[in-house]
């Protein structure tokens, strides 16, 4: 099974309710095209794949019913040097663009999420029916003050930026050893290699959306 068999099932699959992905790479507009044609998505997992502030924004247009969203990856701590909030902005986008765009949202994971507290915020003032927040390894966020009691009064089930990843998946994909974190999302593959088992992809009904 090679790429084109995943656009071929995104083709078919109108009535997915739940999309998971892994792997250190991914091609972006597959994912964009992807989640417009899902109307009843109700969980969206992607491990160790990038998400951009405009494919979060295809998601709160296009699949109204989602409730779960796991964005996760292994994160480096942030340089000592990094303390203007200003200059950090940039890394705020995601999670702004989800508290903007997903306000329906049930449960979220965002390990290791580069975020700082503004983005946050952001989520936490919108996304009112939040009951999970999974902060693994947000290693920017402070939750000394006001915004850490506004988290544990907020999140029913709330995990922390130093907790540990046991019981996370797909660690074998997002290794600290293996992420490189350089921009570059092809990552040396030729597309027309790369098959459905190297990008893990996972879906209900899958063998039988192939075989229509």
């Not at 700082?116 to 952001?122: E, F, H, M, Y």
Request: net charge negative.
């Amino acid at each position: 099974m090679f790429l084109y068999d995943c656009f071929r099932m995104f083709n078919r699959s109108s009535q997915l309710r739940r999309l998971e992905m892994a792997h250190k790479v991914f091609i972006g507009d597959l994912t964009t095209n992807a989640l417009m044609k899902f109307p009843v998505l109700e969980e969206l997992n992607l491990y160790a794949i990038i998400i951009s502030k405009e494919e979060i924004e295809t998601v709160g247009r296009y699949c109204p019913m989602l409730k779960t969203l796991k964005v996760n990856r292994r994160a480096w701590r942030p340089r000592v040097s990094e303390t203007d909030e200003g200059s950090l902005m940039r890394f705020n986008e995601n999670a702004i663009a989800i508290g903007q765009n997903l306000p329906k949202l049930r449960h979220l994971e965002l390990i290791g999420n580069s975020m700082t507290n503004i983005g946050l915020r952001v989520i936490l003032d919108n996304c009112h029916h939040l009951e999970t927040l999974d902060l693994r390894e947000c290693f920017r966020i402070d939750l000394e003050g006001d915004l850490g009691k506004q988290c544990s009064k907020q999140i029913k089930y709330l995990k922390l930026p130093n907790d540990s990843l046991e019981g996370c998946p797909y660690l074998w994909i997002i290794s600290k050893e293996d992420y490189q974190d350089s921009g570059d999302n092809n990552d040396g593959y030729d597309s027309d290699e790369v098959t459905l088992h190297d990008f893990g992809v996972f879906v209900d009904g899958f063998d039988d959306l192939l075989d229509k």
